[in-house]
């Protein structure tokens, strides 16, 4: 019944753990789950006022601009001058999204033919790879290597494959490695996507969640960068607004333009309440984003702890809400992530399912309330005996 497109996707893995988690509340096990990326703590009261008001203005309920509300645009355009210190038009440098994951499915739509390549790193949000198989492309995995700081080693790349691909996908601070890249990286990129005409697709979702002073740049900062590629960037995680659906594409007008031709043929844009609301959050207040990042910071040094305790050594991220850590030897990450489910109740995302590259690594999240993370953090301590017996 369903097309070769669905039959090439493998929800295995994702879909074994959660059915793992299912049968282990069936069991009576009070589960910890440090599994999905989906922020815990509610949007920001004033956020969802806003959202209240839009609604009950009429105005809002028709069908929305394509591109999106202009004033939602200009908010964008002055949210990344002020954050980035990136100009930006906001008529046709700046693309409304219903949430940055549909911007990313979509995108390779616009620029992949059958058989072209794109350039996915791995491991990597599942969605690159997915987005291109859609569309009809190959994804052609490039490697993050621990020695590597988990950057791309673009010279590494074969002339062949170069000469096929046409996107690049980069997504720094990274999810699942909580990596994060310079500028340096930055104009690298830059500089191969010009010597080797290809569009490069940098995902920011996670701009605004770093750590001990450390400040994420955007792609655009490099120069050059407007000349090949765009950023997309999200509320989703930056406001605790996954649910929401709401985001959006900055840079180089063409390739927003292209984007902007698939989605006008198959959605209708975002709800404009939900873009009013977006105004609200990235012209209002941050004292919310400072709090949330003081949260996570806390989690994240409670949960190194806890992993130091079972010999898991990490170094503490500067960005992003998850803990990438090595599975003990003898260990691969879907039998650790089994005998911490089993043994302590807990739950990890097994690396491998974002990618072959992401063996040996398990993903912890961080988006589940502080005396959950300290329960998680006892059982560790106790599984210590469990697990040198
Ligand atoms: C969460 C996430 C997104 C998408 O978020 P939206 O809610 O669709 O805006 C995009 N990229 C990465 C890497 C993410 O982790």
Known sequence: MYSERIGSLSPYLFAAIDDARVRAIERGVDVIDLGVGDPDRPTPSHVVEALCRAARDPSTHTYPSYLG????????????????????????????????KEGVAHAPLAFLDPGDLALVP??????????????????????????????????????DVLRRA???????????TSATADLGFYR???????????????????????????????????????DVGIEFNSLSKTYNMTGWRIGFA?????????????KTNIDSGAFEAVQRAGIRAMKGEQDCVDEMKKIY????????????????????????????????????????????????????TPGIGFGEHGEGYLRFSLTTPTNRIEEAVKRMERLKDNLST
């Open 122 to 159: 791995d491991p990597a949000y599942p969605v690159y790879r997915i987005a291109t198989v859609f569309a009809g492309g190959v994804p052609y995995s490039i490697p993050l290597e621990p020695e590597n700081g988990f950057l791309p080693d673009l010279g590494a790349i074969p002339e």
């Open 69 to 100: 509300l202009l004033e939602f645009r200009e908010a964008a355009s002055l949210w990344y001058l002020e954050r980035m210190g990136v100009e930006l038009d906001p008529e046709t440098e700046v693309l409304t999204l219903i949430g940055s």
């Open 166 to 176: 046409k996107i690049l996908f980069i997504n720094y601070p990274n999810n699942p």
């Open 297 to 348: 910071r806390e989690r994240r040094d409670l949960l190194i702890k806890g992993l130091k305790r079972i010999g898991i050594r990490v170094t503490p991220p500067k960005a992003t809400f998850y803990i990438w850590a090595p599975v003990p030897e003898d260990y691969t990450s879907i039998e650790f992530s089994k005998l911490l489910l089993e043994k302590a109740g807990i739950i990890a």
């Open 188 to 226: 690298e990129v830059v500089e191969f996507a010009l010597e080797n005409e290809i569009i490069v697709f940098s995902d920011n979702a996670y701009s605004e969640l770093t750590f001990d002073g450390y400040r994420a740049p955007s792609f655009l900062n490099a120069p050059g960068a407007m």
């Open 250 to 262: 900055v840079g180089n007008r063409d390739i927003l333009k292209g984007i902007g031709e698939v």
